[in-house]
């Protein structure tokens, strides 16, 4: 955690503060809304983050409180007791105050990101897009990151749940395809540049998708997000640059049933399921990404041989950490 004091902070754990001890220190806010109790008072209700995730927080006593200018995004300094509400932490807050420039603080320093540079990242994907030997499905897909490319260096792949980080959504695509490299060599009858096309374009359109403030962060979609959603958006995109590049219409096709079908169950969006190999694969590359992401964050917050809470993204399962052991 940035602890308060006269030099430079230097470390992000709101998280690692224990329940009943006094945190003071710098964070993120993520979300911020002004209510009322059943008495009628205002209080004000906030989510807390920095690089080691998100608390809760509720400042109860809004009285010779300056919060003005408080929103989404602005650094501030708060004092508090971490409590707990409802089986998670909720910071307490004391005292909050926006942060000034004597604090030489960058905003970017607070925000949880992606474990690996979006640029080292960015540089991998043109490599493994490289070897794609179709020349227009190549071209496609260098045509698109290019337009897209300072976008990916930022996005999340979502306002919450799985890779909802800064540069999530590249660090997304980026394990997608080592795996999927990975396994093209135990089944060889699949075609390749399919299933590097169907990883780089399935999630694309999240971009157009959510909306996404400077650093990275996504908090409610956008008009077209709302109303199509970014599986049509993402066969829309196709279609576009398809017809630009003189895509022939088979393979324009199949890359629109990969990224229409990779949700799988229409409840989740999908109107179809998948109808060849690469396209059955591109969904079980998402949702082993996507669930092995979400276990990995839980497993990092409990103690060997302990449980998480439920999570009801992970059909409301407890993740359980194992004890430490080493082999042999």
Not at 71 to 99: A, P, T
Not at 113 to 122: K, Q
Not at 275 to 291: S, V, Y
Request: a negative charge.
């Amino acid at each position: 955690m940035r602890t308060i004091d006269n030099s430079l902070p230097t470390a992000n754990q709101i998280t690692a503060t224990p329940i009943s001890k006094t945190y003071t220190g710098f964070a993120l806010v993520v979300t911020v809304e002004t209510k009322e109790t059943r008495e009628g008072a205002a209080y004000l209700q906030l989510l807390l983050g920095d690089r080691s995730g998100q608390v809760a927080g509720v400042l109860w006593d809004m009285k010779d409180q300056d919060v003005e200018g408080i929103e989404v995004g602005s650094l501030v300094k708060v004092r508090g007791v971490m409590g707990e509400w409802q089986g998670k932490k909720q910071l307490r807050i004391q005292k909050i105050r926006l942060s000034q420039s004597t604090d030489d603080l960058d905003a970017s320093d607070f925000v949880k990101s992606a474990p690996e540079s979006g640029e080292s990242m960015l540089a991998y994907v043109h490599t493994v897009v490289d070897q794609v030997v179709h020349p227009q499905i190549r071209t496609l897909l260098k045509r698109i990151l290019g337009e897209r490319q300072e976008d990916l260096l930022i996005a999340p792949a979502a306002t919450r749940n799985h890779h909802a980080v800064r540069c999530g959504l590249l660090y997304h695509i980026t394990t997608m395809l080592r795996a999927g490299l990975a396994l093209l060599e135990v089944y060889p009858f699949l075609n390749k540049d399919l299933v590097i096309a169907g990883v780089v374009l399935h999630d694309l359109a999240k971009l157009d998708e959510l909306v996404v403030n400077p650093l990275g962060m996504a908090s409610e979609y956008s008009r077209e997000g709302t109303l199509l959603g970014h599986l049509v958006m993402g066969v829309m995109d196709i279609d576009r640059l398809g017809r630009e590049i003189g895509l022939d219409r088979e393979m324009a096709l199949l890359l629109e049933h990969m990224v229409l079908s990779h949700h799988y169950e229409p409840e989740f969006g999908s109107p179809t399921r998948p109808a060849f190999p690469e396209a059955e694969l591109l969904h079980f590359l998402d949702i082993l990404d996507a669930r092995l992401y979400d276990m990995k964050q839980l497993i990092d917050t409990v103690d060997p041989g302990s449980f998480s809470d439920r999570i009801w993204r992970l059909d409301n399962r407890k993740v359980y950490r194992p004890k430490e052991t080493r082999p042999g």
